[in-house]
């Protein structure tokens, strides 16, 4: 029975180890490796799959973020550069039409001064045509004041200078 004990254990000497030991040991091992393939090695790769599934979802929602959000702010650029130029567009076009406005006020204003102006030489040769007139009837009246005097009685030069002389002071006197 020695024998069988000396096959059993290997390096007795050193502390031994037993092959039936050895063999009872590797088949507990085999059957722990059974059942955590059965019960524990399935659910950790199951949740290892779910959480490889949603670490790829995420990061494609975030790629599909960062594409809509650079698309979008490629369009609010586009939008921003479109008002910039409505803006100038506009801008221009008040400026544009503050110089025609202008141009028509200037126009407008020397149409007006010449107007005035005509109207104001119309009104200086009315004046003139009515002093004329009036200057003519004075004249006439004076010529006919003269005349009759000069008929009333003769008169020498003196008298008649002296005469031409109150005439024209009683003239004065009457403007």
Not at 86 to 112: C, F, H, L, M, P
Request: glycine residues 4%; aromatic residues 6%; negative net charge.
């Amino acid at each position: 029975m020695h024998s069988y004990i000396d096959f059993m254990s290997v390096g007795a000497a050193v502390g031994g180890l037993r092959v039936g030991d050895m063999l009872v040991q590797l088949i507990f091992f085999l059957i722990l490796l059974a059942l955590l393939k059965k019960f524990a090695w399935g659910p950790v790769m199951n949740m290892m799959e779910k959480r490889e599934n949603y670490v790829a979802n995420e990061i494609d929602a975030a790629e599909k973020s960062r594409a809509e959000a650079e698309k979008a702010a490629k369009d609010a650029a586009d939008q921003l550069n479109n008002v910039r130029q409505e803006a100038q567009k506009i801008i221009e076009d008040a400026k544009t039409a503050g110089v025609r406005q202008e141009q028509d006020i200037i126009e407008s204003a020397r149409a007006e001064a010449e107007r005035i102006k005509e109207q104001a030489q119309a009104d200086i040769q009315n004046e003139k045509e009515q002093a004329i007139q009036a200057l003519q009837a004075q004249v006439a009246s004076l010529s006919v004041l003269v005349a009759s005097k000069v008929i009333e009685k003769e008169i020498n030069e003196q008298d008649q200078a002296e005469f031409i002389n109150d005439y024209i002071k009683e003239v004065g006197e009457e403007r």
